[in-house]
C-alpha cells in the first residue's frame, strides 16, 4: 500500500514563525503536491513538485515555498506565518505520467496560527 | 481555465437508500479523467471512483457508480444501499490529459442516518 505520511497533525504556531510542514512518501512517486483545505472553497493546490528539487507554483502560491532535496520528501514552508495561513494542508503524491492514477493523500495537519 | 461545481454542501441519506450527488466541470477539452473522493471525518482521503472521458460507460466500483454525461459536463455519484461508513465529505475532481495536477470542486458532506 501507498503510504503518505505528514509530520503532524495538529500544530499551532504564533504570528511570524516560520513553520515547517514534512510530507514523506514511501511509494517511489515522481510527483508531489501541497494542497490547503478551507470550508466552502475545497482543496486548491499550492505547489507541486514533479521531480527532485523541481517545483511549480499552484493556484495560491503567495505566502508559501517549498523545498524538495530527496525524492520520497517534499516540504511546505511558511516563512512568515499569518492568521490568514490557518487552514488543513494535505499532502499528495502520484506516479508521473500514469493514465488516470490517483493521487494518494496524507493525513493532512491541522495548523493554527495565532 | 478548467472549473467544477458541487451545487450541495450537504446531503442526506436513510441507511440502505440511495442517493446521488452531483458535479459539473467546464472544459473546452476532449480528453480528460474524472474523480470522486472521499474524505471521512479522519481526514485521509481516498479515491472512490474514476471515469475516462473517452469511454462512454459509466464506472462502477461495488455500490458507487456515476452517470458520465459528457455532452452536459455532469459526472454524479449515486451510492447505492448507503452505510454509516459512507458519511463524508465528498470531492469532485477534473485532472487534463496532459498534467497530473487535479482540479477540485468544493465539497459535498454526506450524512447517513440509521
Known amino acids: 500500500d501507498v503510504k503518505v505520511t505528514q509530520s503532524s497533525r495538529y500544530l499551532v504556531k504564533r504570528t511570524g514563525e516560520k513553520v515547517f510542514l514534512e510530507c514523506v512518501q514511501d511509494?517511489?512517486?515522481?510527483?508531489m503536491f501541497w494542497y490547503r483545505q478551507d470550508p466552502g472553497l475545497g482543496l486548491r493546490l499550492i505547489y507541486f513538485?514533479?521531480?527532485?528539487?523541481?517545483?511549480e507554483k499552484g493556484d495560491i502560491p503567495e505566502g508559501y515555498s517549498v523545498s524538495r532535496e530527496k525524492k520520497e520528501r517534499f516540504s511546505l514552508i511558511l516563512e512568515s506565518a499569518s492568521t490568514n495561513q490557518t487552514s488543513m494542508y494535505l499532502c499528495?503524491?502520484?506516479?508521473?505520467?500514469?493514465?488516470?492514477?490517483?493521487?494518494?493523500f496524507g493525513p493532512g495537519t491541522r495548523l493554527t496560527v495565532l | 481555465a478548467q472549473t467544477v461545481t458541487q451545487s450541495q454542501p450537504e446531503m442526506s441519506v436513510q441507511e440502505a437508500e440511495t442517493v446521488t450527488l452531483s458535479c459539473t466541470y467546464d472544459?473546452?477539452?476532449?480528453?480528460?479523467?474524472l474523480f470522486w473522493y472521499k474524505q471521512p471525518p479522519s481526514r485521509q482521503m481516498i479515491l472512490v471512483i474514476r471515469?475516462?472521458?473517452?469511454?462512454?460507460q459509466n464506472a462502477t466500483e461495488n455500490r458507487f457508480s456515476v452517470n458520465f454525461q459528457k455532452a452536459a459536463k455532469s459526472f454524479s455519484l449515486k451510492i447505492s444501499d448507503s452505510q454509516l461508513g459512507d458519511a463524508a465529505m465528498y470531492f469532485c475532481?477534473?485532472?487534463?490529459?496532459?498534467?497530473?495536477?487535479?482540479?477540485f470542486g468544493t465539497g459535498t458532506r454526506l450524512q447517513v442516518f440509521p
Open positions: 499528495a503524491s502520484t506516479p508521473r505520467g500514469t493514465v488516470a492514477d490517483t493521487q494518494y
Open positions: 511509494m517511489d512517486h515522481e510527483n
Open positions: 513538485s514533479y521531480d527532485v528539487k523541481m517545483k
Open positions: 472544459t473546452s477539452e476532449s480528453d480528460y479523467y
Open positions: 471515469q475516462e472521458a473517452y469511454k462512454q
Open positions: 475532481a477534473y485532472r487534463s490529459h496532459n498534467t497530473d495536477k487535479l482540479i
